[in-house]
């Protein structure tokens, strides 16, 4: 079993930067692939960025790609998701996932993962 543990949201401005933090605990010896996903009010869950177990392989969805960066550190348990030029567009709840996974590939879909934390809400005003 893994806990997910999301920080970092909060209200800000459009053109604002944000970096979000998801701490794993519980069975972290393992291999895990991570995502992070976000679901506005009224909208299916939507992937946002996929890295894999070793931070080798990364995909992000075009929404996003060239203003948000996923990174880890394993020895940490934690993944961030630097987002910076936020827009209003990127106002939702922000959810980081893990799947067992010891390769270099990454997973876009949401039920590729098996753990998921309870999210955190970014807010972005015009």
């Known amino acids: 079993q893994v806990q997910l543990q999301e920080s970092g949201g909060g209200l800000v401005q459009a053109g604002d930067s944000l970096t979000l933090s998801c701490a794993a605990s519980g069975r972290t010896s393992s291999s895990y692939a991570m995502g992070w996903f976000r679901q506005a009010p009224g909208k299916e869950r939507e992937f946002v960025v996929a890295?894999?177990?070793?931070?080798?392989?990364?995909y992000y969805a075009d929404s996003v790609k060239g203003r948000f960066t996923i990174s880890r550190d394993n020895a940490k348990n934690t993944v961030w998701l630097q987002m910076n030029s936020l827009k209003p567009e990127d106002t939702a709840v922000y959810y980081c996932?893990?799947?067992?996974?010891?390769?270099?590939?990454?997973?876009?879909?949401?039920?590729?993962?098996?753990?998921w934390g309870q999210g955190t809400q970014v807010a972005v005003s015009s």
């Open positions: 890295i894999s177990w070793s931070g080798g392989s990364t």
């Open positions: 996932a893990a799947r067992y996974s010891s390769s270099e590939y990454y997973y876009v879909r949401p039920r590729d993962y098996i753990y």
